[in-house]
């Protein structure tokens, strides 16, 4: 050995390794990026670089073994890592290793409305994730909620393409630290469950690009995520998987996304297509995506031996299997051939920590006559009823099921504050299978739970009702949508009777969704509460005893009936679709549905804004233990050119006699234009803490970008000239401040 190669070996712990310069190209991590793909891609042969295109097991594809590339191992996602599944059925693995930390579920994370939280929770999951081993974590979940009734509405982000853009960049960045990738799913317009397999999707180019895309843009652009899972469902005729325009045209043209598009477990459906199209792995392919088991050979893949064979036969360009091959293998050494990233860490105290102060920002309050915070010294006699103050909400759902190492009941947590003396009724049955339907459970059944706490109601000083949806199908669960708005399981019924019996009703519902709420007026104090994980009792009674004062603002209106929702109320054309027949005829799959978003860019509020239809609890809206006042605006010009800011400063002070924090809310109107426009868009948001009697300023700076709406014409993003306002609020509908200004070519 000379004595260069000789300084160039490092000795550890008595084992002796090249250095990274005597490595091959490929394997010297110090070499730029797409060098050591090139020189990766140069020594493999045909058949190395097809294997990569597909899964070799339910959660892995395989790397080059002859090179030392290692495997990619994917997990769910998005609220924890998953539990282990068996190698090539969807059974749970029954490791004893694999428990973890619970965080709350992504419409939780959109209600804090705080970038921060969401850089906690990237981190956190992130460590987890790495800790278990895993490559790629298969989430976050930016799909806009579309209808009340999508069963995955808990997975995602809201309503708002800029709420859900925001808040989705921190969680990207701060996970990809770890060495894992997030995985931004589901790549686009999988916006409900129902026929998701097959639907195809109908939508203007306008509220593709303003309403369906922006989240996933920012997710590439600014967070520069690493791999974006393709949807179950069809745009223009062709599946999301390897559906041309999204993935070529929008997100490698457009966006020049660099990392690799993996499949829906199930997705691909076309070699060819698949070929050409950009799509890079496949997985899960040839079973339902959710239940059913397989032993279809990998080799069978769409992108395996049928792909080998259609590049050998010439079929499709070699220049395919080499990008792909090149998307995977940035993948690779950025996540399982990094060997610089951190170890990890699972189930700590600091992700506790973190879950639970995510949860409590979360909490939304609806309503409050002045009954909340129950004072713990005032409120002794306490009743706790519903089935979700006991029920374990991280089972179920779907593919975010998770195995907790510890869970903090929303019940517990109660007698932890209230002492042991707090008594519990069930109030009703919310189905002990997953898949048992609400209208098979007796109604005798339900009416005995319901008499029994309606007794036990009239004894007690407050009534702390937790009941809502669970992540049973046909609820807050994958695959399936919800049948009803309503809740179910006689709920409202059972709310009703119960606030006869004591007009001390707290209710703090647990679901992903909105609901029908028949009972608003009589209850005295409301609070919507997502899926908060491990820690999730502990927020809840914190907020409910005074402990945290709420800060959570709703990510998504709730109307005061189904049909006031946009997508619902153009009938079935708009939601779920109407099957044209001649498909395929599986169960569940829709005979080749076809669907209309017939409400177009007016999702969300900008349909209840627009068409004078006031929503029961607004977007954006959640109230707090104390009050803010918002003062008057200073702002630096009343005039923007194309190149031009401006800034606008709001004073905002807490009156009241606790700390509170407030989320300060900017919209933007177009007070006229050419073509339709919602009354006012979501364009800035800031959440600021307070002591009481504090003021602080919130700044915030407009930039063209924000008074623009996508010109299909021209395929580009235009402001027309004309006079514009900056709506500044505590929601959607509570504007205290407006700032007109003009912009000017
Ligand atoms: C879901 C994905 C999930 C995948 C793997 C699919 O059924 O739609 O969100 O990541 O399964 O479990």
Avoid at 191 to 213: C, F, H, M, P
Avoid at 290 to 303: K, M, R, V
Avoid at 585 to 612: A, C, F, H, M, S
Wanted: hydrophobic share 35%.
């Amino acid at each position: 050995m000379n004595i260069r190669s000789l300084l160039l070996t490092i000795t550890l712990a008595g084992a002796t390794l090249p250095a990274l310069a005597e490595r091959p190209l490929y394997q010297n991590e110090d070499a730029p990026l797409d060098q050591r793909v090139e020189d990766a891609l140069s020594r493999m042969t045909l058949e190395e670089k097809v294997a990569l295109c597909h899964a070799q097991s339910k959660f892995s594809s395989p790397g080059v073994p002859r090179l030392g590339i290692p495997e990619l191992w994917m997990s769910d996602g998005p609220h924890g890592v998953r539990m282990e599944i068996n190698w090539n059925d969807w059974g749970h693995s029954n490791w004893t290793n694999d428990s973890i930390t619970a965080f709350p579920a992504l419409t939780a994370l959109a209600a804090t409305w705080n970038p921060e939280m969401s850089a906690l929770y990237g981190k956190s999951l992130g460590e987890e994730a790495r800790y278990r081993e895993k490559d790629v974590m298969l989430g976050p979940g930016v799909n806009i909620y579309r209808t009340p009734l999508n069963g995955r509405n808990f997975e995602y982000m809201g309503e708002d393409p800029y709420l859900a853009g925001e808040m989705v960049v921190p969680y990207i960045t701060e996970m990809q630290k770890n060495g894992v990738a997030a995985c931004v799913k589901h790549f686009a317009l999988n916006n409900q469950e129902k026929w998701r397999g097959t639907v195809d999707v109908d939508v203007s180019d306008r509220a593709l690009y303003e309403i369906y895309l922006p989240a996933f843009k920012k997710a590439v652009e600014d967070g520069k995520v690493w791999s974006i899972m393709g949807s179950y469902n069809r745009f223009e005729g062709q599946h999301a998987c390897h559906n041309k325009r999204l993935l070529q045209d929008i997100l490698r043209g457009e966006w020049n996304f660099d990392g690799a598009v993996i499949t829906d477990w199930g997705g691909a459906h076309d070699t060819k297509e698949a070929a050409l199209n950009g799509l890079d792995i496949e997985m899960g392919s040839f079973t339902n995506g959710l239940t059913s088991e397989s032993d279809f050979g990998y080799n069978d893949y769409y992108l395996a031996d049928p792909y080998l064979n259609m590049l050998k036969s010439g079929e499709v360009p070699m220049s395919t299997v080499d990008d792909k091959a090149r998307n995977i293998l940035r993948l690779i050494f950025r996540t399982a051939m990094n060997t610089r990233k951190p170890f990890g860490s699972k189930t700590t105290e600091e992700h506790y920590a973190a879950a639970k102060r995510i949860g409590d920002e979360s909490i939304v309050l609806l309503k409050n006559s002045g009954i909340l915070p129950l004072d713990p010294a005032k409120y002794r006699n306490v009743l706790v009823v519903g089935d979700n103050a006991t029920r374990v909400l991280t089972d179920g759902g779907g593919s975010s099921e998770l195995k907790v190492k510890n869970y903090v009941s929303p019940l517990e947590a109660i007698k932890a504050i209230y002492g042991p003396g707090v008594k519990y009724a069930k109030g009703y049955e919310a189905g002990r299978s997953m898949y048992e339907r609400e209208d098979t459970i007796p109604e005798s059944v339900q009416a005995a739970l319901r008499e029994e706490s309606v007794r036990m109601a009239k004894d007690a000083d407050v009534v702390i009702y937790i009941g809502g949806l669970n992540k049973n199908a046909w609820q807050d669960c994958e695959s399936t949508d919800r049948r009803e708005y309503e809740l179910p399981f006689g709920q409202s019924i059972l709310i009703k009777d119960l606030v006869k019996a004591n007009p001390n009703v707290v209710v703090a519902n647990i679901s992903g969704n909105a609901y029908e709420m028949p009972w608003v007026k009589s209850v005295p104090a409301i609070l919507h509460v997502s899926y908060l994980g491990t820690m999730g009792g502990a927020s809840i009674a914190d907020v409910i005893s005074g402990k945290v004062n709420p800060s959570g603002k709703l990510p998504y209106s709730i109307p005061v009936r189904l049909a006031d929702n946009g997508a619902m109320s153009f009938g079935t054309e708009s939601y779920p679709g109407i099957e044209m027949g001649g498909g395929d005829k599986r169960q569940g799959w829709g005979n080749n549905p076809v669907q209309k978003y017939k409400e177009d860019i007016l999702v969300g509020y900008r349909w209840y804004d627009t068409k004078k239809i006031p929503a029961l609890f607004p977007f954006g809206h959640g109230l707090s233990y104390t009050q803010f006042e918002y003062g008057k605006p200073v702002v630096s010009s009343t005039k923007i050119g194309p190149d031009g800011k401006i800034t606008v400063d709001v004073p905002v002070t807490n009156k009241g006699d606790r700390e509170g924090s407030e989320v300060v809310e900017l919209y933007i109107s177009d007070l006229k234009s050419s073509v339709l426009r919602p009354v006012k868009e979501l364009k800035g948001f800031d959440k600021v803490s307070l002591a009481p009697g504090e003021t602080k300023t919130v700044s915030f700076e407009i930039l063209p970008e924000a008074l623009k709406y996508f010109d299909e014409k021209s395929h580009s993003w235009v402001a027309e000239p004309g006079k514009f306002k900056a709506l500044i609020g505590a929601s959607s509908t509570d504007i205290r401040q407006t700032v007109p200004f003009e912009y000017k070519e």
